[in-house]
């Protein structure tokens, strides 16, 4: 179960080499916005160094390229429950699929969701 020991997530990060340190502070923060929320549909905004953008000399560029992604993560609960090492998995895979639209940037986003005519995200928990 995901939530029995808090304290063997250690455990399963030593016993992961292919779930980076990045993902376990994603997935620890998406765990403790479940807390406080109670919802188990989180996003999590994550910080990429937006170097691969199609620049030409790009590498040449001094000074921070930072583009902030949201990243959408399923919190299991319940009969769903699922091991740490699965949670962290699909936090990292997750991490993983929003690289390709680093720099599509946040009003474009907001502006996509605002033409669904859906509200774009609840502020009250955004700092």
């Known amino acids: 179960m995901i939530y029995s020991d808090p304290f063997s997530i250690s455990d399963e990060v030593e016993a992961r080499p292919d779930v980076t340190i990045a993902s376990v502070v994603r997935a620890a923060w998406t765990f403790v916005v ?14 990429l160094a937006g170097r691969n953008m199609a620049v030409s000399n790009i590498d040449k560029i001094v000074g921070p390229i930072v583009a902030t992604v949201p990243i959408r993560v399923r919190v299991p609960s319940g009969k769903n ?15 993983a699929a929003v690289i390709p639209f680093e720099q599509t940037g946040l009003q474009h986003m907001q502006n996509s969701v605002w033409k669904l005519n859906r509200p774009a995200v609840s502020r009250r928990y955004l700092w």
């Open 34 to 47: 479940h807390q406080y929320t109670g919802t188990d549909d989180v996003v999590v905004g994550a910080p």
């Open 81 to 95: 429950s699922a091991t740490i090492s699965a949670f962290l998995r699909g936090v990292q895979d997750a991490a």
